[in-house]
Every structure is written in C-alpha cells, then in structure tokens.
T-cell receptor, first 113, second 114 residues
Framework: SQTIHQWPATLVQPVGSPLSLECTVEGTSNPNLYWYRQAAGRGLQLLFYSVGIGQISSEVPQNLSASRPQDRQFILSSKKLLLSDSGFYLC????????????FGEGSRLTVL | AQSVAQPEDQVNVAEGNPLTVKCTYSVSGNPYLFWYVQYPNRGLQFLLKYITGDNLVKGSYGFEAEFNKSQTSFHLKKPSALVSDSALYFCAVRDAAAGNKLTFGGGTRVLVKP
C-alpha cells in the first residue's frame, strides 16, 4: 500500500522568506497528487492537484505555487511568504487502480511570523 | 459545482450513547462520498465511502454511514461512542471529472464525554 511522506513536519518562517514543502509517495506509481491547506484546525481547502509529471492545476489564486518534477514527488513553494500562508498543509494521493479514496500524509505545519 | 455541508460545528455525546454526524451534499452526477477522521496535528484517516450498492456502508472503528439519495445526505453513525472517538470528522465528495479531487465539508468536532 502507498505511504506519503511530508517534510518538514513543522516550519517557522519570517514574512517575505521563501518556502518549500515536499511530498513524496511510496508504494504506487502514476498517482494523482493534491495539496490541501487547513486553517485554524477546521476546513480543508484544495490548493493544487496534479494528474502527472509537470501537470499542475491551481484551484485558487494565491501566493503559492506547486511543481511535480517526478512521478511521486509534489512540491509546494512560495517566493515570499505572507502571514496568511500560515496553516497546516496536507499532501494526498489518489491511486487510479484503487477503490477511490484519497490517502493523506501527516501534514506540515507552517507558521509565518 | 459540487459541495458538501456539515451543519454542526460540534457534537457532544456521552460515552456509550449513539453518535450521529450529519452531512448533506450537492453534485451534478453520481455521488462518490467519503468520511474521514482527523486527530490533533495529524493527517486525515479514511473511515468509509459510498460509491454504489447498498445504502448502508460499514467502515473502520465501528462506524457506518447511510446514503440517502432523496435527502442528499450521508450521515455518519456509530451505535456506541467511545471517548477515543473524540476528533474532527470530515465528509467529502469526489469529482471524477476534475482529477478526482475531494471537496470537503467544514468539519464537525465530536466530543465524547466519559
């Protein structure tokens, strides 16, 4: 079965600094990959999803970008962080051959000061 | 566009009592519905799903959910709640036409008191 790794688990960054959050998937190939953000411990907002290498769909306009340089790697980036970028970032994958649920990583908590 | 609503921000229940967490949905085609649970500072864990077939779906940890097409609902239930069931619960609907992304409800916090 697939395993999702996210790092770093926790990050404190100053406003205006760059960001790179990484997600890698093991145990499957050609997954769909997703970045969600959870603010204030409640609702989940889909930020980006990718159906293949180099293919990124953005759900909301924002200060963030995503890239998929390899089949099982999904990166969330920012050139200059804003206070509003603080939150809990979750990576998820969907394996087309499975029965339909998304699997989630353990998340990366970002605090922008 | 599809959407999911969880009308209760929080549900309080005594240990041993039945637990219900409500969810209603809006989709343009066949609904693919999911429930997830989240413990503090953790990722989401899959509980159960409805794709097709029986309206009563059984999942992990003794949870079940009933799909009701006429009421567009997919309520999560557990006959006898445990203190360890205290967590944040999310209902979600899958959009097969858009990368199989999940749209989540706002979440319901469940507090089970001993």
């Amino acid at each position: 079965s697939q395993t999702i790794h996210q790092w770093p688990a926790t990050l404190v960054q100053p406003v205006g600094s760059p960001l790179s959050l990484e997600c890698t998937v093991e145990g499957t190939s050609n997954p769909n990959l997703y970045w969600y953000r959870q603010a204030a411990g409640r609702g989940l907002q889909l930020l980006f999803y990718s159906v293949g290498i180099g293919q990124i769909s953005s759900e909301v306009p924002q200060n963030l970008s995503a890239s998929r340089p390899q089949d099982r790697q999904f990166i969330l980036s920012s050139k200059k962080l804003l206070l509003s970028d603080s939150g809990f970032y979750l990576c998820a994958c969907f394996v087309r051959a499975n029965t339909g649920e998304l699997f989630f990583g353990e998340g990366s908590r970002l605090t922008v000061l | 566009a599809q959407s999911v609503a969880q009308p209760e921000d929080q549900v309080n229940v005594a240990e041993g009592n039945p637990l219900t967490v409500k969810c209603t949905y809006s989709v343009s085609g066949n609904p693919y519905l999911f429930w997830y649970v989240q413990y503090p500072n953790r990722g989401l864990q899959f509980l159960l799903k409805y794709i097709t077939g029986d309206n009563l779906v059984k999942g992990s940890y003794g949870f079940e959910a009933e799909f009701n097409k006429s009421q567009t609902s997919f309520h999560l239930k557990k006959p006898s709640a445990l203190v360890s069931d205290s967590a944040l619960y999310f209902c979600a609907v899958r959009d097969a036409a858009a990368g199989n992304k999940l749209t989540f409800g706002g979440g319901t916090r469940v507090l089970v008191k001993p």
